[in-house]
């Protein structure tokens, strides 16, 4: 699949796959020198690209599992969302959950981009809803005791 990037900074990076079977293409900071984030609170750092996804796709940015378990540094929204029609720059919101001030430096890859399929539901209102085995048990109700 392709996808159309734009470079809305010349010090841009393109993502990069890490191995021939990744899943996540690398997203890199786009900042001049470096952007620390102090303990517990959250920096939104710049990519210095747009994309164009495909109609009925989505970039899922995730965290990189070596910035989160070395510096403790991941999405603060968990997992942000890339909708097929925005043209704006992906940045990412990084959080701190560390004790001690971290460094994102420019070129540094901070997150990671799946582009994945969605369906778009059509939710319709009803009385009732089907009945299951498990019914309204929610958290932890399929679990063993």
């Known amino acids: 699949m392709k996808i159309n990037i734009k470079k809305l900074n010349k010090n841009a990076i393109i993502p990069t796959y890490g191995s021939e079977y990744a899943a996540g293409a690398d997203l890199y900071a786009c900042v001049e020198g470096e952007v620390e984030i102090k303990p517990h609170t959250t920096a939104v750092i710049p990519t210095g690209i747009a ?19 070395k510096k ?3 999405p ?4 942000g969302v890339v909708d097929c029609d ?4 992906v940045k990412v919101a990084l959080h701190n959950h560390s004790d001690v001030a971290q460094c994102i430096c420019a070129g540094e890859r901070i997150a990671q981009l799946v582009i994945t399929p969605y369906i778009t539901a059509a939710f319709e209102e009803a009385d009732e809803l089907s ?14 005791k």
């Open 51 to 69: 994309l164009e996804l495909p109609l009925g796709y989505a970039g899922l940015i995730y965290a990189r599992s070596g910035l989160a378990t």
């Open 72 to 74: 403790g540094l991941a």
């Open 76 to 79: 603060a929204n968990k997992v």
């Open 86 to 89: 925005y043209r704006g720059e």
């Open 131 to 144: 009945a299951t085995a498990r019914g309204a048990g929610g958290f932890g109700s399929t679990g063993s």
